[in-house]
């Protein structure tokens, strides 16, 4: 299928997560076939306020494409202008956020608090889409404290020039509470003529189809599910084409995939300790072993030490465990 012009292979995607989807993580899950990827949002307001771009704020590889950079911010100007600056390095989509609940947004009027104007919401479509070739994309929620004016929304920024449009299906005071309304993808499937991208709740290969034979959406995000397990995207795909579920990663496959990661950090960044024992605790959940592997990880001083520990997991014969029903997020990452 297609965005504009941004050709992707496949159904199923990755979602924008900040501290998630750096350049290491999106590679990492394009190789287990992720069809495309998201940033993690990108402050279109920053590029000015900062001297330097550093590599941390946007960054690209030829590998990681398609590649969709998310931008937020409420400032036209500074939104074409940051869409610009990012398009200097090809980039095959420019995504607005619409959809973060994140005091720090709204203190922008940037986020979700845009789905309370759409004239503002026209003018940031109007305004980028107007200004680069690249397709714009926006990314919502169902509203900021209803859904009564999702579909509203949903037109005006396929008039306003979009190219596609993500709907995570919560209102932006739902948060990340009850269970996503996948029927209101589907009525915006209806009533756009745009693709239209389902998000929210996907855990399984199972939710993938459902969401996708429900909504009619023509590609599936999945955004928790994905974080210490790029397997997702693979075990997607393989149930779509075949109908057989492959089994859940082993512990080594999981170690294998951790490594894989931090050569890409060390490759394109210069990673911290803290974002070594993230990624280490999230590739231990569902593991057998996993609870306490995550305490010893949160106390180790090196990588090193952190390797040490997933090393005894991997170890192990077979130390899968049936997937929790519900991913927890720590507050401090919940956007
Ligand atoms: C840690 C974390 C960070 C997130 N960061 C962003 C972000 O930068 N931009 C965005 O549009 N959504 C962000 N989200 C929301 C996800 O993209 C997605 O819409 C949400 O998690 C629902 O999908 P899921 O049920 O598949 O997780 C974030 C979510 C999480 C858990």
Same mark, same amino acid.
């Given at each position: 299928?297609?965005?504009?012009?941004?050709?992707?292979?496949? +159904?199923?995607?990755?979602?924008?997560?900040?501290?998630?989807?750096?350049?290491?993580y999106?590679?990492?899950?394009?190789?287990? &076939?992720?069809?495309?990827?998201?940033?993690?949002?990108?402050?279109?307001d920053?590029?000015?306020?900062?001297?330097?771009r550093?590599?941390?704020? /946007?960054?690209?590889?030829?590998?990681?494409?398609?590649?969709?950079?998310?931008? /937020? &911010?409420?400032?036209?100007?500074?939104?074409?202008?940051a869409?610009?600056?990012?398009?200097?390095?090809?980039?095959?989509?420019?995504?607005?956020?619409?959809?973060?609940?994140?005091?720090?947004?709204?203190?922008?009027n940037?986020?979700?608090?845009?789905?309370?104007?759409?004239?503002?919401? +026209?003018?940031?479509?109007?305004?980028?889409?107007?200004? %680069?070739?690249?397709?714009?994309?926006?990314? %919502?929620?169902?509203?900021?404290?209803?859904?009564?004016?999702?579909?509203?929304?949903?037109?005006?920024?396929?008039?306003?020039?979009?190219?596609?449009?993500?709907?995570?299906?919560?209102?932006?005071?739902? +948060?990340?509470t009850?269970?996503?309304?996948?029927?209101?993808?589907?009525?915006?499937?209806?009533?756009?003529?745009i693709?239209?991208?389902?998000?929210?709740?996907?855990?399984?290969?199972?939710?993938?189809?459902?969401?996708?034979?429900?909504?009619?959406?023509?590609?599936?995000?999945?955004?928790?599910?994905?974080?210490?397990?790029?397997?997702?995207? +693979?075990?997607?795909?393989?149930?779509?084409?075949? &109908?057989e579920i492959?089994?859940?990663?082993?512990?080594?496959?999981?170690?294998?995939?951790?490594?894989?990661?931090?050569?890409?950090?060390?490759?394109?960044?210069?990673?911290?300790?803290?974002?070594?024992?993230?990624?280490?605790?999230?590739?231990?959940?569902?593991?057998?072993?996993?609870?306490?592997?995550?305490?010893?990880?949160?106390?180790?001083?090196?990588?090193?030490?952190?390797?040490?520990?997933? &090393?005894?997991?991997?170890?192990?014969?077979?130390?899968?465990?049936?997937?929790?029903?519900?991913?927890?997020?720590?507050?401090?990452?919940?956007?």
């Amino acid at each position: 299928m297609k965005i504009g012009s941004a050709n992707i292979k496949g +159904k199923v995607v990755l979602a924008p997560m900040c501290s998630v989807t750096t350049l290491p993580y999106r590679i990492l899950c394009r190789r287990y &076939g992720a069809a495309a990827v998201w940033s993690e949002m990108v402050d279109a307001d920053g590029f000015f306020y900062k001297k330097h771009r550093t590599p941390k704020t /946007f960054m690209t590889v030829k590998e990681e494409h398609p590649v969709a950079a998310q931008l /937020f &911010g409420s400032n036209t100007e500074n939104l074409v202008k940051a869409a610009k600056i990012i398009l200097e390095d090809p980039v095959d989509i420019i995504d607005v956020n619409m959809g973060c609940p994140s005091f720090k947004l709204a203190r922008k009027n940037a986020g979700a608090i845009m789905l309370k104007d759409t004239e503002l919401i +026209k003018d940031v479509v109007t305004s980028l889409s107007g200004s %680069i070739d690249t397709p714009v994309t926006a990314k %919502i929620r169902l509203g900021f404290d209803s859904a009564k004016d999702t579909i509203k929304i949903a037109k005006v920024i396929e008039k306003a020039g979009a190219s596609a449009i993500t709907v995570h299906a919560r209102t932006m005071k739902d +948060k990340y509470t009850g269970v996503a309304d996948w029927n209101m993808i589907k009525k915006v499937k209806e009533a756009v003529g745009i693709p239209v991208i389902g998000n929210g709740d996907v855990r399984t290969p199972e939710d993938c189809k459902k969401m996708l034979e429900d909504t009619k959406c023509d590609l599936v995000m999945i955004g928790r599910a994905a974080i210490g397990n790029p397997f997702i995207f +693979k075990r997607c795909n393989h149930y779509l084409e075949t &109908g057989e579920i492959l089994p859940e990663p082993t512990a080594h496959e999981k170690v294998e995939a951790y490594d894989t990661l931090c050569e890409l950090m060390d490759k394109y960044y210069e990673p911290q300790l803290k974002d070594y024992r993230f990624h280490a605790c999230w590739f231990t959940k569902n593991l057998i072993g996993g609870r306490e592997a995550r305490l010893a990880i949160t106390k180790c001083e090196s990588k090193d030490d952190i390797r040490r520990i997933l &090393g005894t997991l991997d170890n192990q014969t077979d130390t899968r465990k049936t997937p929790a029903k519900t991913i927890s997020i720590p507050k401090s990452l919940c956007q």
